[in-house]
């Protein structure tokens, strides 16, 4: 292990956009507290809706909630310190009641705007001169009818 004291490292050439990858519960407060530190940011998600994990059924197929999932941590160990858990919800919330909680807290925060949906990023190069480039694709409109379906496997 290094005994060098670390110093943090000052960025010459100031962030102005950042990308966020995924609008589940990390990317939703990833993108509040960057659009609050007054950077441009935008995140992608291949879902057409936020919650990730939570969303059941999530059109992305990546949900593993089912009909019975609740919460295993308590309301209170889990909700955002600026964003409590509606108190009117069990102690330990069901997948949809914690679905919908990620769906308000982007509304509350104004970030459905900064969110593009069904876009899938690809690949992420770090450039020569500082900062990444995104590779993104937009996918296509799902199949009428197929919203929301149930994902196989
Ligand atoms: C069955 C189950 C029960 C759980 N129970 C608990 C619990 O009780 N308490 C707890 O704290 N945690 C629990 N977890 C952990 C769970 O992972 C977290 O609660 C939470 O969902 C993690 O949020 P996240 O935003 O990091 O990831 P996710 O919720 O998985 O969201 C990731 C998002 O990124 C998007 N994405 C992924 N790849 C790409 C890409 N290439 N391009 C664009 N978008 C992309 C996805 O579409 C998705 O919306 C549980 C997990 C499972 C599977």
Not at 45 to 59: E, F, T
Request: glycine content about 10%.
């Amino acid at each position: 292990m290094s005994t060098t004291p670390r110093t943090a490292k000052t960025p010459t050439t100031p962030v102005r956009t950042v990308t966020v990858i995924g609008a589940g519960s990390s990317g939703i407060t990833a993108l509040k507290a960057l659009t609050e530190a007054g950077l441009t940011a935008t995140a992608f998600d291949l879902s057409d809706q936020i919650g990730g994990n939570w969303a059941i059924h999530n059109p992305n197929g990546m949900s593993a909630a089912y009909e019975t999932l609740f919460m295993h941590t308590s309301r209170e160990r889990m909700q955002y310190s600026d964003f409590p858990i509606n108190p009117a919800y069990p102690d330990f919330p069901r997948h949809d009641q914690i679905a919908q909680h990620f769906n308000d807290y982007a509304d509350h925060f104004g970030l459905r705007p900064h969110i593009r949906f069904r876009t899938r990023v690809d690949h992420v190069s770090p450039q020569p001169g500082g900062g990444f480039q995104v590779t993104t694709t937009a996918l296509p409109d799902p199949a009428p009818g197929t919203e929301g379906a149930p994902q196989d496997g």
